[in-house]
Structure formats: C-alpha cells, structure tokens
C-alpha cells in the first residue's frame, strides 16, 4: 500500500488566498484526521471523519477552515481566506475500525504550508 | 479529559547511552497510551503502544515504555543510543475506543557521536 498521501508537499501563498489541501487515506481504511503542528500549539488535531461523515470539528480553528471528504478515498481541507498565522505543517492520518481498539493511526508527510 | 506532559522538549545523549523521555498523563478514563517518532520531513510513526495487559510494551527499533498508573508515566527508554534515533518523539492519549489523539509538545532527541 502507498501510504496516506497528501498533496501538495509545500504550498506558498499570499494572505486572502484561498488554500485547498489535499489528502487520500490508505485504502479500507475508514478513519480519516486532519492535524496541524506549530512550534507554539504542538500537534492538534483539528477534525477528523468516520466513513466519510465529520465527527469532530471542535478543533476547527475558525469559520475560516472547513474540511469535506466526498468519498472514502478523498479529502480536503480549505482555508478562505488564508492568514499568515496559518502557517504550519499539515498532517493528515487514517485508521481502521478493524483495529479492535484505537490502535494506530497511520500519517502521510504533511504539507508545509507558508501564509506570507 | 485527556492530555500530556512531556518533560523535556530537548534531549542530547551519546551514541551507545541510555536514551530517556518522560511522559506524564492526565487521564479521568483508563487511558490508552502511545509513543510516536517524526524523523526530518516526514509524517509521525508509531513506536509502541500500550492499551490493556502488560504494561511494559515493547516497540520497534530497539524502544520500549512502561506504563505506571501510580505515577501517571509512560516513560519511552532504549537502552543504547543510535545516531538514527536523532528525532522528534511525541507521546499521546487516547481514552479506550476513542479515536481522538492527545499529543504532548514533542522532545527532540539529538545523538551525538
């Protein structure tokens, strides 16, 4: 399996622009997750889905971020308009209900993301 | 609620030394407990994981923890020190079938020759 695939790798933008990250889960899995590391906030996980419906947004920063996943193999989190304090990496994670218990969360390698 | 404490956000040890990191837990359910590595540039992996039963795991690449409820730790060890082992370590809190993960600020473990 390749992995949790995320795209873009590095995005730069300018502030006001909006921001479309990109994320595909390891295939049967049915958990996905969105987190953003800082240096200041550390990891937080900002929402996360089961069988494509949101379960968790409480970690959504503002109304400025919103996350959908059309489909099991699919997801995006947008930021519109952009804001240089968004600036940070950007994990997106996957897991599987076959796991008996919360077992493991498999991560792609982020998207750095710079707001200037 | 869930979080993490992790004592230490820089670590420096010789190749061949003891590597220790210490994580404490706040927990109000039995906690799950586990232990991640970011090398340079890349997403987190898992190293171990404690859940329920024994409560010394062992993990991949040499590592292991014990989970000590008395004392709310979950300390990370390998008992020597590679340079492949220069990275950041996170330890986090889950409660039992909960898919919410509660990360630590990290401790960056540098390896010196």
């Known amino acids: 399996d390749a992995g949790v695939i995320q795209s873009p790798r590095h995005e730069v933008t300018e502030m006001g622009q909006e921001v479309t990250l990109r994320c595909k889960p390891i295939?049967?899995?049915?958990?996905l997750f969105w987190y953003r590391q800082t240096m200041m906030r550390g990891l937080e996980l900002l929402i996360y889905?089961?069988?494509?419906?949101?379960?968790?947004d409480s970690g959504m920063p503002e109304d400025r971020f919103s996350a959908k996943m059309p489909n099991a193999s699919f997801s995006t989190l947008k930021i519109q308009p952009s804001e240089p304090r968004d600036s940070a990496v950007y994990f997106c994670a996957s897991s599987s209900r076959t796991f008996a218990t919360n077992e493991k969360q498999f991560f792609g390698s982020g998207t750095q993301l710079s707001v200037l | 609620a869930q979080s993490v404490t992790q004592l230490g956000s820089h670590v420096s040890v010789s190749e061949g030394a003891l590597v220790l990191l210490r994580c404490n837990y706040s927990s109000s359910v039995p906690p799950y407990l586990f232990w991640y590595v970011q090398y340079p540039n890349q997403g987190l992996q898992l190293l171990l994981k404690y859940t329920t039963g024994a409560t010394l795991v062992k993990g991949i690449n040499g590592f292991e923890a014990e989970f000590k409820k008395s004392e709310t730790s979950f300390h990370l060890t390998k008992p020597s020190a590679h340079m492949s082992d220069a990275a950041e370590y996170f330890c986090a809190v889950s409660p039992p079938n909960d898919y919410k993960l509660s990360f630590g600020a990290g401790t960056t473990v540098t390896v010196r020759a």
């Open positions: 295939s049967g899995h049915d958990y």
């Open positions: 889905f089961n069988n494509n419906v949101p379960i968790d």
